[in-house]
């Protein structure tokens, strides 16, 4: 055995998951986030689910050896389904998010999502990115964008057929999100990374100080930077051991910067 052998990490996390980091502001686990033991270990009542699931679309069309390949980015995985337990199954009053309360789902459109995360009212919103990755080279379009889905979960029938989860006055800004991709610069980290600014203005949008937000396809962990630099608290899942890590860092590096801006 050679000694890269001997120290390899298992490709596939335990069940159950590992718990990589655990503080007062964040939570992240290496893990499986169909896992119906990572699941139930979400706390109830829950803040926001802001996520980004893989696209059912291998993402290496126009590089190649830039970056491993993404998990589960074959299609082959049902993602409305698996955040419908994320949320709470129909029948559930109290697990899972909170009644009307947000999410945000990248790469779907609002009719992919709404009948399985109970939305009783949603949105499209476009992450316009500047400037253009690669995508398919035999097309003249390059992707510069990304659909968001924004919708309000409601857990009773009743109050979605009722129009329960309309939108609150404070969300009314425009749909087109104009940040730049930052893969784009030369500190490339994840293929499908994205910008913290993007992620803080979605969580400031729909969320309070203190407020959990949940991200189970947590890549990088750009989402849980932006929750803690936020005051909110996060809950990582990641696959990917390699990914996992990283959003440890990136995590634990923004709160050392939240603990030096409360204590300023
Ligand atoms: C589109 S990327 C997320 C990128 C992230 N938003 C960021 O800024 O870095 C999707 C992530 O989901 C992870 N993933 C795929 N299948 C998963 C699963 N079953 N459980 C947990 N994570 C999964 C992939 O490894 C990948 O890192």
Known sequence: MTIAEAVAVPASPPPGGEILHASNRATIIWGDSRDPQIIASVPDGYGLLCTDPPYGVRHNSGRSGTFTEIAGDDGSVDWPAVLAEWVGPEGTRTRGLKDKR??????YRPDQLAGALRL???TELIWDKVSFGTGDLSRPWGPQHEPITFGVHVKRKAGRAGGDGRLAARLRQ????????PNAGSAVRHSNEKPVPLMQDLI???TVRGDLV???????????VAAVLEGRH???VEVDRQHAELAVQRVQAA???????EAA
Do not use: K, M, N, W
């Open 120 to 122: 009783g009212g949603s």
């Open 102 to 107: 947000h999410v945000y789902v990248f790469g």
């Open 255 to 261: 709160e050392r910067l939240a603990a030096q801006i």
């Open 204 to 206: 400031e949008s729909s």
């Open 174 to 181: 425009g749909s087109i999100l104009r940040y730049q991709r």
């Open 234 to 236: 996060c809950f990582l």
């Open 214 to 224: 949940v991200d189970p396809c947590a890549g990088s962990g750009s989402t849980g």
